[in-house]
Each structure stands twice: as C-alpha cells, then as structure tokens.
C-alpha cells in the first residue's frame, strides 16, 4: 500500500459522475457479461495454477461452451477470407518470410541439452528467452528444460479489423515529428506496412493501436504467484480486469463507442479490482486513455481503508503494482502513451528478422518444481526489434527494446532497462490466436515478469472474455456507494 500513500488528493464526487455517460442504443443488445462469466473458484476447477497440463478449452470454459450462442456467433468469420484479406492488408504471408535463419533447425521436439548440438538457436531464440532454455531453478520461474518448434503458420486479424485497416490507413496524418494525429485515425492498423523516416514510430503506433482481445472489450481474470530468488513464493494474488474500447472498434457500437467519445478523443478504459491477497481486496483502479499525444491520460485508484478515490500523476504511473514486477505503464507489457512532450522516446528499428516466439495451445503448465514451464511450443515469427530510448531522465526507464510480431503488431516481449542502463525489468507475454474469430487473446496462457535487479519474478495465468461493458462498469462511481 506505499505506492498510495503517495497519491494526491481525491477527486470530488461530482467530477467522477461527470465520467460517467449513458450508453449508446445498439442494433443488437449484448449479454450482460455477468451472466456467462466464470468465478475464480470456476477457473481453479478448470486448471489449477500448477503441476495441471489441462487445457481450459477442452471443457466448461472453452470459448463456445461459455459465450451465450448469439454472441459466440456474432464475432466468428470465415477463416480463409480473413487469410486473403489480412495478407492484402500487410503484403506477405509468414510463412513466406522464415526459416532463412538457421535452416538446420526443423520442427520437433528439443531439450536444453540441444543448445550445444544446434549453437545456432543463440540466433534463433531473442536473448532473454535464450537465457531461459534451462531446467529450473534460482533465481528466477519460468525456465523451459524442453519444448517443441511447430511449423509457422500465417496469423490474421478478423474481417472488420481488416477491412476497416483497408479503408481508414490511408486517412492517417502524422506531424512533423512522426506523431499520429490523432483525429485522423478511425479504425484498424494505422500503419499496416510502415516505412521510411519514422518507422519505428509507426510500428509503435500500431501497437498503441493494436486489436488484442477482442477489440479491447474483455472481461480478464488473473492469478498472480510472485517468488523471491530462491523461488520462495512471497505473494499470492488475483484481480478482474473489465475493459472497453471507445475508439476504431470493429464491433457494434462501430467506431466511437458514443458521442462523449468521439467529442473528447477516448481511446479506451478499465476497471482493475483486486480480489487478493487480503489485504488489498477491495483495491480497484481506473484508467481513462486518450488519443492525443499531448492530453495526459486519467488515472485513479479506488483506497477502501480511506474510502475515497485518488488520482494518480504521471509519476505515480511509474510505481510497481502491487505483488507485481511491473509498474502501471507495464500493463499488457506496454501501456504508456506515445507522447512527444512527457516523457517521449527516440524510437528506431534494431532488426527486421525472425525469432523463434512462443505460441500456445492451452496444455502449457507451471511445474512447481522449480518453477518451470512445460508443453512449450515455439514457432518462428518474422519480428520487428524496435528501441526506444527515453529522452527525459526524470522517467524510471532509460530505454525500452520491444520485439514485435511483423504480421500482426502484436509484442512478444518487452525488455526495460533502468537508467544505470541495467536490464531492469522483462515482461514476456503469453496470448492464444484464435482462428475462427481472427482474435488473439490471453485465455490461458502465462506471462513471466522479472526483475534483473532485485531478482524477483510473478508468473501470471491468465483468462479472458469477450464482454461488452457499458461505460458505468469501467469506472469508479460504483465504489463510492458499495464499500
């Protein structure tokens, strides 16, 4: 509880009502999504935390046996014509683009024992994955003894988002320094086949931009288990993240998620509610994020030992969540605004080449053991290496180094370092392509979160929803008379 006692003071009453709008009529009314969303305890019955190869989509919770079947429906798509238009949208098939590097190494099955016989996966793995492909053990979870490679298959976003990328990229402005303008972005990839001056900065945009979740409308339930470096266990956690996309969304309301919106240039908002350890239950943060780069993002954080709702700075953005090796400019690996005045990046492109990058299918597990990850599959991506180094010494990072998948925009792992230039902190994200829907989601799968300084490290498992919120579910109003 630290990081709140230095948050400033609260907002009025009248101003959070003021964030609060009536939602729009929709063609199709969606499901509340507290009527098909699982409980902890639903997910613990499905895959427990460790030693437990199952997969949750072999049962209850599988995707179309929880979705009502109106809304399972209505966000499926005919896969081959999401191939043709995605690879339309972004000129090349993945397959196409790998197995140029070390082509002595085919899909199989490997162990760490491997890495001598083929040195050349230190070329084919990105460096901290490599560090990684080795039995279990101090200081750090989530090292992998043995894994599979898979053939590469070609990834693909849904229809709308490939067709709203069709119609809106040619609409888009950037200023004199690269920047997106914000109001001429209406949907899709901004930037689907970025190039010259400012294609880093691009590429980056499309990830501030990016189509993870459907859409940004999600219902997410996390499990948290933090280990010190003997992999001791010294936390124990979990939250329900509800979001919702308000801007360039494929799914009804199309586009602006309402007038308010579109007036003040909304980008996207959640609700984060920590239902553990015990003493941080009834912890909830809201985050409201805006399009323009100069428009500082709304951030507030529920206190129920204060019962009141505090704003947080730009500089409160920089504290560790709680239990956790990430700040809140960490969450989904990279949340921070793309800003030419706070705390803005001097971006380039390191590599345009392929690495071998983790894909999964449900039955990947966390031994307790050690701590080490099993049923892992890798496949080689074609990935874009994006720097960006920090121009204000003022922030917690000196630079970020992102590794990006090249077909999709989608970031596979984000490597922080402190401004000592020290490796500081490394967030290594776990998502599942789903293919009738052209979705990628975190539906479970793991994320690693370490910190190279403190020794420290979380393995998060993940779950998720599709879940259409009205605006009142993301934000804080309803704290203020339920606790």
């Not at 609060?20 to 427990?48: C, G, H, I, N």
């Not at 350890?277 to 409201?288: E, H, N, Q």
């Not at 990006?404 to 989608?410: C, V």
Request: proline content about 7%; overall charge positive.
């Amino acid at each position: 509880m630290k990081c709140f006692q230095r948050l400033i003071a609260c907002f009025a009453i009248g101003l959070l009502a003021g964030l609060s709008l009536q939602t729009v009529a929709l063609a199709w009314d969606p499901p509340d999504p507290r009527t098909y969303m699982p409980t902890f305890a639903d997910l613990e019955k499905a895959k427990k935390f460790y030693d437990d190869p199952r997969s949750v989509f072999a049962g209850p919770l599988s995707l179309k046996n929880r979705l009502p079947k109106e809304l399972y429906e209505k966000l499926i798509f005919p896969v081959e014509e999401m191939k043709k238009e995605w690879a339309e949208v972004v000129g090349f098939k993945a397959p196409d683009l790998v197995g140029k590097k070390c082509p002595d190494i085919k899909p199989g099955k490997y162990t760490y024992k491997d890495l001598e016989k083929y040195p050349c996966f230190k070329e084919l793995f990105p460096p901290e994955t490599y560090s990684r492909i080795k039995p279990g053990g101090p200081p750090f979870a989530g090292n992998i003894p043995e894994f599979e490679i898979v053939p590469t298959q070609q990834f693909y976003h849904s229809l709308p988002v490939a067709r709203m990328t069709k119609e809106n990229a040619s609409k888009v402005k950037s200023d004199a320094k690269g920047y997106l303008v914000g109001q001429t972005w209406e949907g899709g990839y901004p930037f689907p086949r970025p190039s010259g001056q400012y294609k880093a900065l691009q590429i980056m945009n499309n990830v501030e931009k990016r189509y993870f979740g459907w859409d940004g409308s999600f219902v997410l339930l996390e499990e948290t288990g933090g280990y010190r470096k003997d992999l001791s266990v010294d936390f124990e956690g979990s939250d329900l993240v509800r979001h919702l996309k308000l801007a360039g969304r494929s799914y009804e309301p199309y586009g602006w998620f309402d007038e308010r919106a579109k007036k003040r240039g909304e980008q996207r908002g959640f609700v984060m509610d920590f239902k553990g350890p015990r003493d941080y239950v009834g912890t909830a943060m809201s985050a409201l994020y805006y399009q323009e780069p100069s428009k500082s993002d709304l951030l507030m954080v529920y206190v129920p030992q204060l019962r009141r709702i505090r704003m947080l700075t730009s500089t409160d953005a920089q504290d560790p969540i709680q239990g956790q090796d990430l700040i809140y400019d960490d969450n989904e690996g990279f949340l921070q605004k793309l800003s030419p005045t706070t705390f803005p990046y001097k971006w380039e492109v390191l590599e345009d080449t392929e690495y071998l990058t983790q894909v999964f299918d449900g039955t990947e597990y966390l031994a307790r053991k050690g701590l080490e990850f099993r049923n892992v599959k890798f496949m080689r991506r074609p990935i874009y290496v994006v720097q960006g180094k920090q121009q204000d010494p003022n922030y917690v990072y000196s630079k970020r180094v992102f590794y990006i998948d090249k077909e999709t925009f989608t970031h596979e792992t984000v490597l922080n370092y402190d401004q000592k230039g020290r490796l500081y902190r490394s967030v290594t994200i776990g998502k599942r392509f789903e293919p009738n829907m052209g979705v990628f989601h975190m539906s479970g799968t793991y994320w690693l979160l370490k910190d190279h300084v403190d020794l420290h490290s979380n393995v998060i498992f993940e779950y998720q929803l599709p879940a259409f919120w009205k605006r009142k579910d993301v934000t804080l109003e309803q704290y203020l008379g339920a606790k």
